[in-house]
């Protein structure tokens, strides 16, 4: 499958489990939906870390460091994965890192991906390649909260620009 139609595949089996009810084609308990997203960050993971590890190089020279928290119990009692891209800029500034996360809300039918200051996007991943098929959304996300961020101090955050 192409980047072209990756994305509308996902859509297809996003607004599937909707009208089925399950995720993933057959689970439909909470613990197995909750089983196939722990799979999927899993799943994931290299994928998230290349994107923050692309701007780390391009945009802040190197100087920034990735963290990654797994999936974990959220503060709601749903699901959740954190990827963040701080920066010595960033921290200086005192505005949040960039993020991406999966999250699965505790009253959610299934999971989706959010940047720290951009809404959601479809999470029906499944395979490998439907996981190296999220790239372009993790450059969508990462970009849009970075932009975000330069607005909510300015462009000096960015060593790229400044050095």
């Known amino acids: 499958m192409n980047s072209e139609t990756a994305y509308t595949a996902e859509l297809l089996r996003h607004f599937a489990d909707l009208r089925d ?12 939906k909750e089983g196939l997203f722990a799979d999927a960050v899993d799943l994931l993971d290299p994928y998230a870390r290349q994107t923050l590890d692309e701007v780390n190089a391009a945009l802040f020279l190197g100087t920034g460091e990735i963290t990654a928290t797994g999936t974990r119990r959220s503060a709601e009692g749903g699901l959740e994965a954190i990827w963040a891209l701080s920066w010595p800029e960033q921290r200086d500034a005192g505005i949040n890192p ?10 959610f039918h299934h999971p989706h991906l959010r940047g720290g200051t951009v809404g959601d996007w479809p999470l029906n991943v499944f395979t490998p390649e439907q996981a190296a098929a999220e790239v372009p959304t993790f450059r969508a996300i ?22």
């Open 21 to 32: 009810r399950t995720h993933g084609e057959t689970a439909s308990s909470r613990p197995d």
């Open 98 to 107: 960039i993020l991406i996360r999966a999250f699965y809300g505790a009253g």
């Open 142 to 163: 990462a970009s849009a909260d970075l932009h975000n961020l330069v607005f909510q101090r300015d462009y000096r955050i960015i060593p790229a620009i400044t050095r």
